[in-house]
T-cell receptor, first 113, second 113 residues
Framework: DGGITQSPKYLFRKEGQNVTLSCEQN?????MYWYRQDPGQGLRLIYY???????QKGDIAEGYSVSREKKESFPLTVTSAQKNPTAFYLC????????????FGSGTRLTVV | DQQVKQNSPSLSVQEGRISILNCDYT??????FLWYKKYPAEGPTFLIS?????DKNEDGRFTVFLNKSAKHLSLHIVPSQPGDSAVYFC????????????FGAGTRLAVHP
C-alpha cells in the first residue's frame, strides 16, 4: 500500500542536541512538507520541497534544516538553535495532478528533556 | 497574520444532530479549500474539498459550503456520529503558486451519545 511513513513516533532530546526526524513516501509525489502542531495553534509550515534538491522555508523555519536528496525522502533536523522544539511534527506529500490535497504521515512527537 | 481562521476552538453536538464547523479566510487569491479530520497522535486525513468556482460539495454525510463574497466556508455533518469526534482543520490554497496549504487552528468536535 502506498503511504507516507514517519519515524520515530516518539523522540526525546536533551537540550543542545540535534535530532533528525525521518519522512519517507512511496506515493511518487513530487512535493513534500513539514508542519509543526502546537496545542491551540493548528499546523504551521516549517519547510517544503517541490522537487528533488530544492526546498523553501516556510513560516517557522528558524532552528530547523532539511534535505531532499531523493524524491521519496524529506528528513527534518531539529537543531539546538530551535528554542522550543517540543511539539508534534507532521510530514506530508502531494502530487501535481489537480488534486491539491496532502497525504500526511502519522507524526512524530518530540520532547526535550 | 492568520489568513485562515477557525474561531470556534471546540463544538459539542448530540449524536444524530447536525454539526456545523466554520472557517473564515482573508486572502481572495485562495482557489481551493479542504477539510481535514485529525485524531490525537495521528496525522490529519482528507475529508472533503471544494473549488472556488463552486458553492457546495457533498460527500455522504459531509457537505462543504463556500460563500466567496463573505470569505466563509462551513462543513456540515449530518447526522453526527460519536466516531466523528476529532479535530477538524480547514485549509486553503492560493492560486498561481506552489501547492502550499494554509491551515486554520482547528475545531475540536465532540459528539455525545
Amino acid at each position: 500500500d502506498g503511504g507516507i511513513t514517519q519515524s520515530p513516533k516518539y523522540l526525546f532530546r536533551k537540550e543542545g542536541q540535534n535530532v533528525t526526524l525521518s519522512c519517507e513516501q512511496n506515493l511518487n509525489h513530487d512535493a513534500m512538507y513539514w508542519y509543526r502542531q502546537d496545542p491551540g495553534q493548528g499546523l504551521r509550515l516549517i519547510y517544503y520541497s517541490q522537487i528533488v534538491n530544492d526546498f523553501q522555508k516556510g513560516d517557522i523555519a528558524e532552528g530547523y534544516s532539511v534535505s531532499r536528496e531523493k524524491k521519496e525522502s524529506f528528513p527534518l533536523t531539529v537543531t539546538s538553535a530551535q528554542k522550543n522544539p517540543t511539539a508534534f511534527y507532521l510530514c506530508a506529500s502531494s502530487a501535481w495532478d489537480g488534486n491539491y490535497g496532502y497525504t500526511f504521515g502519522s507524526g512524530t512527537r518530540l520532547t526535550v528533556v | 497574520d492568520q489568513q485562515v481562521k477557525q474561531n470556534s476552538p471546540s463544538l459539542s453536538v448530540q449524536e444524530g444532530r447536525i454539526s456545523i464547523l466554520n472557517c473564515d479566510y482573508t486572502n481572495s487569491m485562495f482557489d481551493y479549500f479542504l477539510w481535514y479530520k485529525k485524531y490525537p497522535a495521528e496525522g490529519p486525513t482528507f475529508l472533503i474539498s471544494i473549488s472556488s468556482i463552486k458553492d457546495k460539495n457533498e460527500d455522504g454525510r459531509f457537505t462543504v459550503f463556500l460563500n466567496k463574497s463573505a470569505k466563509h466556508l462551513s462543513l456540515h455533518i449530518v447526522p453526527s456520529q460519536p466516531g466523528d469526534s476529532a479535530v477538524y482543520f480547514c485549509a486553503a490554497r492560493a492560486s498561481g503558486g506552489y501547492n502550499k496549504l494554509i491551515f486554520g487552528a482547528g475545531t475540536r468536535l465532540a459528539v455525545h451519545p
